[in-house]
């Protein structure tokens, strides 16, 4: 087995943060379906009246937009960014499941 050279590894992150995945010169479409996460939940929290169905959603719209800076930043290869963006994203979204879960 090859070892990743951190080029290789950059690419991958960013292929991966795209769907489909694909190794994009851009941003725009590296959040993961969180968007369409947030606007699934939005709509029907907004149906339903489930105010943290609509809160959840919010916080997976900016967890999408941090993962569009992660791909930024991986296609940078930058190690400091792609750390604290990391740390962001796993806060945003615990979060937001946690919302989630305090429904059941």
């Known amino acids: 087995m090859r070892a990743w050279d951190d080029k290789n590894c950059f690419e991958h992150m960013t292929t991966y943060t ?3 995945p694909l190794l994009s010169e ?44 992660l791909s930024k930043s991986a296609l940078k ?3 400091q960014e792609i750390s604290s963006t990391l740390r962001e994203v796993a806060d945003i979204e615990e979060r937001a499941r946690k919302m ?5």
């Open 18 to 20: 795209t769907t489909p």
């Open 26 to 69: 851009t941003s725009e479409k590296s959040h993961r379906m969180r968007f369409w996460q947030a606007n699934v939940l939005e709509n029907l929290g907004n149906k339903y009246i489930v105010i943290n169905w609509t809160e959840a959603s919010k916080l997976f719209r900016r967890s999408g937009r941090k993962i569009m800076d």
């Open 77 to 79: 290869q930058d190690n």
């Open 100 to 104: 989630l879960k305090d429904m059941e």
